[in-house]
């Protein structure tokens, strides 16, 4: 290529040309209509060969291909101004601040040191994992985020250290003496293991080797070859697309802060600039939790913070189950969990079974409306955190007796419930327990202590302090078939057989109904018979027993 591309200055900025703008319902070929009404138009300087995109226009394109972090460029980080009004070409010199600064951003922070000597190159909070690009914001007014980009010291730096004695005087700039702007900068400000890996060059346009680039996330400067005045022009892509079979790459024009989304043509491309970072990158969950839902992961060696989902959900009826994205991690001291009322294009109805169990280090979790189950465990261990129910006078009938196991604190609607009224209450066949009857959370959690009263040979009466009254079949041992282990009383089990082994299945054969356990069983009058394997665990009240159906019920009594 000639070594001296030199770029024609701009015309004075304006404002754009307005062009009529697209509806969402519109169709493609409607889409190519206002392509080339816009084509035949022109933009705001007069080139058929890019335009900005609306919100609608993006809509139209196909085949799109963005790198991953293509938000830091709509986000308009801070990129020196192409000087509109002035005869100084320098938009290759922001193409290539923008270029270094991204991979600053990604790649490698070491790259552009935060200061050297009284020069800032970066914002003092540069790198604030709040204001990543990932998240989605708005592109920001004038010159965009400082929190991300780099300030103008390090473009004039840039200026600075270019050697070509016309440049950036009058006659524009050529790529390769900004490249060896760049150069210059990394040899005289980055560390030599860091500058060992870098890689910057500028080539004539080669289709594959962009398309190379845009698919591993890397972004490209490219440069317009015609020599027709205005029509020069260097800007950075971050993505490719189609428009009505027309391709062409999505740029930061490097105009301001309204030319973040520009659409160029690829037939108009003459050149490109590429860079890469070679510093491996291992990254490790810092337990930040940014913007409610993103989770920070950091690189020890270069510096670079990512964001990854902090949720993860499930499909359930009704909605999303919710639970941590990655259970590893430990979310850091003092941390506030808001649960979003929707994610994943449906709302949260349910907290998954261990879904934030052992996240002791939180101080509050914020649950809205929507979630009407919690699975088990799913609040375990979490540090006495506050719970807060939102826009909720009582835990709704839904949540199971221990959805709140670690006996958290509860606010509903903002005011801390008391547990007032706390009463013991039946909560399955087994269990009864201390429930709050507003927010449900329940404590002292035991095995019923009943009463056994002799109603008949097949059944008694079963009482607990919590209000359990049930008639039930005796419960007899396989050894001592005619008395029952709970009552005392005279149990009917039937024809004995010859035997004499309650767990053979010829013993009753006809009588029974369900076998359980170790060779336990439900006999059809309603009579349980506990083998000897099982007798351990029917006296330490773990043995699980199959319920009598309704018609064993009503046999008797
Ligand atoms: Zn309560
Ligand atoms: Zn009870
Ligand atoms: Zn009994």
Same mark, same amino acid.
């Not at 394109?61 to 980080?77: A, D, G, Q, S, W």
């Not at 007796?401 to 008391?418: D, M, R």
């Not at 018979?529 to 319920?547: E, H, M, Q, R, Y």
């Given at each position: ?285 810092? =337990? *930040? +939790? %940014? ?6 992961? $950091?690189?020890?060696?270069?510096? @670079?913070?990512?964001?990854? /989902? ?35 294009? =449906? *709302? +949260? %109805? ?6 934030? $169990?052992?996240?002791?280090?939180? @101080?509050?979790?914020?649950? /809205? ?189």
């Amino acid at each position: 290529m000639d070594a001296n591309i030199h770029l024609k200055p701009p015309i004075k900025e304006t404002s754009p040309r307005s062009v009529s703008v697209m509806k969402k319902h519109e169709t493609q070929s409607q889409c190519a209509h206002r392509l080339r009404v816009v084509s035949e138009l022109g933009n705001n300087r007069g080139k058929p060969d890019d335009y900005p995109l609306t919100d609608d226009e993006f809509e139209c394109l196909t085949n799109l291909n963005l790198i991953e972090n293509y938000n830091y460029f709509l986000l308009n980080p801070k990129h020196s101004n192409h000087l509109p009004g002035s005869v100084l070409g320098t938009c290759t010199t922001v193409a290539a601040q923008l270029l270094v600064g991204y991979h600053n951003y990604y790649s490698d922070r070491r790259i552009i040191p935060e200061t050297s000597g009284n020069i800032s190159f970066l914002a003092e909070d540069y790198g604030n994992i709040n204001y990543n690009p990932t998240i989605e914001r708005e592109p920001v007014a004038n010159q965009g985020c400082e929190k991300i980009g780099t300030l103008d010291a390090f473009f004039n730096k840039l200026i600075d250290l270019n050697s070509n004695i016309n440049n950036p005087i009058n006659s524009g700039q050529d790529m390769p003496s900004v490249v060896n702007s760049v150069k210059a900068f990394f040899d005289n400000y980055s560390e030599p293991t860091i500058r060992d890996n870098l890689n910057i060059s500028t080539e004539l346009y080669n289709e594959a080797e962009v398309n190379f680039e845009l698919n591993n996330n890397r972004p490209v400067v490219l440069g317009y070859g015609s020599l027709i005045p205005f029509d020069f022009h260097v800007f950075i892509a971050y993505g490719k697309a189609e428009l009505d079979g027309v391709t062409g790459y999505l740029v930061h024009y490097g105009w301001g802060a309204s030319s973040t989304r520009y659409f160029a043509k690829e037939s108009a491309i003459a050149f490109q600039m590429r860079m890469s970072v070679g510093t491996p990158q291992t990254f490790t969950e810092t =337990g *930040n +939790v %940014v913007a409610d839902i993103y989770r920070e992961q $950091k690189c020890n060696t270069t510096g @670079v913070s990512k964001l990854a /989902p902090l949720f993860s959900t499930t499909p359930i009826s009704g909605g999303q189950s919710i639970s941590l994205a990655n259970g590893n991690i430990l979310l850091k001291q003092g941390t506030s969990l808001n649960i979003p009322s929707s994610l994943n294009g =449906g *709302n +949260v %109805v349910k907290l998954a079974n261990e879904a934030f $169990k052992d996240q002791a280090r939180l @101080v509050e979790i914020n649950i /809205p409306s929507t979630v009407i189950s919690v699975g088990t465990n799913a609040l375990f261990n979490t540090g006495g955190a506050i719970i807060n129910l939102i826009d909720r006078n009582s835990a709704p009938q839904t949540f199971s007796y221990n959805w709140n196991p670690s006996n958290n604190p509860v606010k509903l609607n903002g005011v801390t419930c008391n547990h007032t009224n706390q009463t013991l209450v039946s909560l399955n066949d087994t269990k009864h327990g201390m429930q709050c009857p507003t927010c449900k959370t329940t404590t002292n959690i035991e095995n019923h202590n009943h009463t056994y009263t002799w109603r008949s040979k097949t059944r008694h009466r079963a009482t607990c302090a919590c209000g359990r009254n049930v008639l039930e079949g005796h419960f007899v041992s396989s050894s001592n078939p005619s008395t029952c282990m709970l009552c005392g009383g005279p149990a009917d089990t039937g024809f004995i057989g010859p035997f004499g082994d309650a767990s053979s299945p010829l013993w009753n054969t006809n009588y029974v109904v369900e076998y359980f356990s170790n060779g336990s069983y439900l006999l059809s009058n309603g009579v349980y018979v506990i083998s000897d394997a099982d007798l351990d665990a029917f006296n330490s009240g773990t043995l699980d027993i199959p319920k009598n159906n309704e018609e064993i019920y009503n046999y008797c009594c």
